[in-house]
């Protein structure tokens, strides 16, 4: 009893994070609101694949569905592979071959909290100059795009683009409730807001890109860059690695920023 008290204390806690009754997770899952409650205070024992259906519709991260079914009694259904396993050569080379086909424009892979897992040529140039003690691995790329030392200073419209950030993150921690997420938060939430150049909206227009997206406009030896950034993560990821990575690519978002890193490739 106290295994399924723990599971479904679990679910419950992940249903009402979501915002969904009872009775609307029961009609999601094909059972019924009594057995919802039941499972969920600890009266009924609920199945693997129950475990699994419920978790699947309250869009459980992958990492926490082995937490419930492990609560429940079962074996975790999830691997966690570290990413330089050999069995993920296929997988590391598939990034490589993405990021270096980006080029000259950024691209990275970042993990659950943001460290830097690959990055191109593309970003290794926006982080040149950026004092060593940045660079010391593992790369974070929130920590060195808000750090006062890092690209703070070189973005034009840092306000915007770090409260964007900053709600970016608010909304992962609201969903998956990560502690070394929230950490990493508090962190950068702290710096010092490093003094910028030109507020966004003034200045060198960015054409049509602003009314769609917040583009990120950021200096480069002397020349001003505009971006709009894009996340992309695999589809039904079987992994724990797996499903906590993404793929940021930086769209240039006016013809000046092409022409420039276009400029730059070998």
């Known amino acids: ?6 599971v479904g204390s679990l679910l419950r806690t992940w249903r009402e994070r979501r915002g969904i009754s009872q009775l609307e997770l029961a009609g999601r899952a094909d059972s019924s609101s009594r057995h919802i409650s039941f499972v969920e205070t600890g009266r009924s024992r609920p199945s693997e694949e129950m475990v699994l259906r419920l978790a699947e519709h309250l869009d459980v991260p992958v990492r926490d569905r082995n937490a419930l079914l492990v609560a429940g009694g079962y074996a975790p259904r999830y691997a966690h592979t570290p990413l330089d396993a050999p069995s993920m050569g296929v997988l590391r080379e598939a990034l490589e071959r993405l990021l270096t086909g980006y080029e000259p424009y950024p691209a990275l892979v970042v993990d659950a909290t943001y460290d830097v897992v690959a990055a191109n040529r593309g970003v290794l140039m926006l982080l040149e100059g950026i004092p060593e003690h940045l660079l010391a691995g593992p ?6 795009t808000l750090h006062p ?11 915007e683009w770090r409260g964007h950030l900053l709600a970016q993150m608010e909304r992962q921690i609201a969903l998956a409730r990560s502690e070394p997420l929230r950490a990493l938060y508090e962190e950068v939430s702290a710096y010092p807001v490093a003094a910028a150049g030109q507020r966004f909206g003034e200045g060198e227009p960015d054409g049509a890109v602003a009314s769609i997206a917040l583009p990120l406009r950021i ?3 002397g020349h001003l860059l ?3 950034s894009s996340i992309s993560t695999f589809n039904t990821p079987m992994d724990v690695t797996v499903a906590e990575l993404a793929i940021e690519t930086l769209l240039p978002a006016d013809p000046a920023t092409v022409k420039y890193l276009r400029s730059l490739a070998p």
């Open 219 to 221: 200096e480069h030896d």
């Open 1 to 6: 009893m106290t295994t399924t008290a723990t």
């Open 139 to 144: 790369l974070n790329a929130m920590r060195l």
């Open 226 to 228: 505009s971006f709009v």
């Open 149 to 159: 030392q890092g690209l703070a200073p070189r973005i034009r419209n840092l306000p």
